[in-house]
């Protein structure tokens, strides 16, 4: 089956990396379609150590600063009063898989402090019928995790 005909059920591991930093340290995050950008912001924010003062926007492929998407976590986004902006919990991978077409090898980006920006990218690593992420996320040693995704795997060095 196409993955277009199955956006609403199909979950995906999203490999999170650090631009430059990507040899050395890695998080492989287990999403179904039903987990919002707010929930997978609070598990990046983990393993990232990223604070709360300095924006971050998320986005399509490499775009960062340029998003499509502009979405922002829900702190930040109750502080800016421009509609061109979406809340994080508004936003859902499954909304983002239709829009995108998501598929293994795909990316999606985030930008962290717009000023001096860091980024951060994450590839589609692998793409999952709702039994298999059930199976994954009961198989796995959880890291960190939300009522819809989970820290499954990582490298530290």
Same mark, same amino acid.
């Given at each position: ?6 956006? &609403? ?11 430059? !930093? #990507? ?8 999403? !179904?379609?039903?987990?919002?950008? +707010?929930?997978?912001? !609070? ?6 150590? /990223? ?6 926007? @998320?986005? /399509? ?22 509609? $061109?902006?979406?809340? +994080? $919990? &508004? ?5 983002? #898989?239709?829009?995108?077409?998501? !598929?293994?090898?795909?990316?999606? $980006?985030?930008? @962290? ?7 951060? @990218? ?15 996320? +009961?198989?796995?040693?959880?890291? #960190?995790?939300?009522?819809? #995704? +989970? ?7």
């Amino acid at each position: 089956m196409e993955v277009e005909s199955r956006i &609403d059920t199909t979950g995906y591991r999203l490999r999170w990396k650090q631009k430059g !930093r #990507a040899r050395e340290e890695w998080y492989d995050i287990v999403v !179904r379609p039903e987990t919002t950008i +707010a929930e997978l912001d !609070r598990l990046v924010c983990r393993f990232s150590t /990223l604070d709360d003062l300095h924006l971050r926007m @998320y986005g /399509l492929e490499d775009e960062y600063l340029d998003s499509s998407l502009n979405v922002l976590p829900d702190h930040q986004y109750e502080k800016i009063d421009d509609p $061109s902006y979406t809340n +994080a $919990s &508004d936003v859902s991978i499954g909304d983002i #898989a239709e829009r995108a077409t998501l !598929r293994e090898g795909d990316r999606l $980006s985030m930008v @962290y402090d717009f000023g001096t920006p860091s980024q951060y @990218y994450c590839i589609v690593k692998d793409v999952y019928d709702p039994d298999e992420i059930d199976d994954l996320l +009961a198989e796995s040693d959880t890291i #960190a995790g939300t009522d819809t #995704a +989970a820290i499954i795997d990582e490298k530290r060095l």
